[in-house]
T-cell receptor, first 111, second 116 residues
Framework: QKEVEQNSGPLSVPEGAIASLNCTYSDRGSQSFFWYRQYSGKSPELIMSIYSNGDKEDGRFTAQLNKASQYVSLLIRDSQPSDSATYLCAVNPQAGTALIFGKGTTLSVSS | GAVVSQHPSWVICKSGTSVKIECRSLDFQATTMFWYRQFPKQSLMLMATSNEGSKATYEQGVEKDKFLINHASLTLSTLTVTSAHPEDSSFYIC????????????FGPGTRLTVL
């Protein structure tokens, strides 16, 4: 069974702090990794994709991938109340197949 | 990024009626589309995978005769909930990918179905 694990949270951080979201996956052969953000009552929105080991930065967001440890993380710098949402980690085990989603981590940023 | 639309955004229907939901990729050709269902405060649940011109592949426990999926073109997939019942009330979301090695999936805005 291919799985993606996330801490459900809630993760609470004050405004301006760094939020760190973590994810592990079971299929060592996975090649594509994604972070989606989902606000309550809305559909998921793609934030970041990452395919190779290391860091990938986009504005306040940094995705980190470590394939040896089967670990993906998302850092949100200068967290804002508008970042409060559920963050879904998704892994594509094979091209053409559906993403495997974690259950999501709920982030709450307090002002 | 790529844009995926869904129509309608919400629908209310009577028990026993059928409802069709459309999913369109607006600025790319979607080789594969996926249909998900999400109940309140629960995770996304994959219902089926749809490839253009082929029969959809349904996940275990999803009734293919109740949830009819058609992917007639590279930009359109439809989900028809037949003989809907109150327990089918949910948030239905499609996603689409243009394929390739990166296989990024882009989600539509979702359709909220309420069956009375």
């Amino acid at each position: 069974q291919k799985e993606v694990e996330q801490n459900s949270g809630p993760l609470s951080v004050p405004e301006g702090a760094i939020a760190s979201l973590n994810c592990t996956y079971s299929d060592r052969g996975s090649q594509s990794f994604f972070w989606y953000r989902q606000y309550s009552g809305k559909s998921p929105e793609l934030i970041m994709s990452i395919y190779s080991n290391g860091d990938k930065e986009d504005g306040r967001f940094t995705a980190q991938l470590n394939k040896a440890s089967q670990y993906v993380s998302l850092l949100i710098r200068d967290s804002q109340p508008s970042d409060s949402a559920t963050y879904l980690c998704a892994v594509n085990p094979q091209a053409g197949t559906a993403l495997i989603f974690g259950k999501g981590t709920t982030l709450s940023v307090s002002s | 990024g790529a844009v995926v639309s869904q129509h309608p955004s919400w629908v209310i229907c009577k028990s026993g009626t059928s409802v069709k939901i459309e999913c369109r990729s607006l600025d790319f050709q979607a080789t594969t589309m996926f249909w998900y269902r999400q109940f309140p405060k629960q995770s996304l649940m994959l219902m089926a995978t749809s490839n253009e011109g082929s029969k959809a592949t349904y996940e275990q426990g999803v009734e293919k005769d109740k949830f009819l999926i058609n992917h007639a073109s590279l930009t359109l997939s439809t989900l028809t909930v037949t003989s809907a019942h109150p327990e089918d009330s949910s948030f239905y979301i499609c996603s689409a990918t243009s394929g390739g090695s990166t296989d990024t999936q882009y989600f539509g805005p979702g359709t909220r179905l309420t069956v009375l």
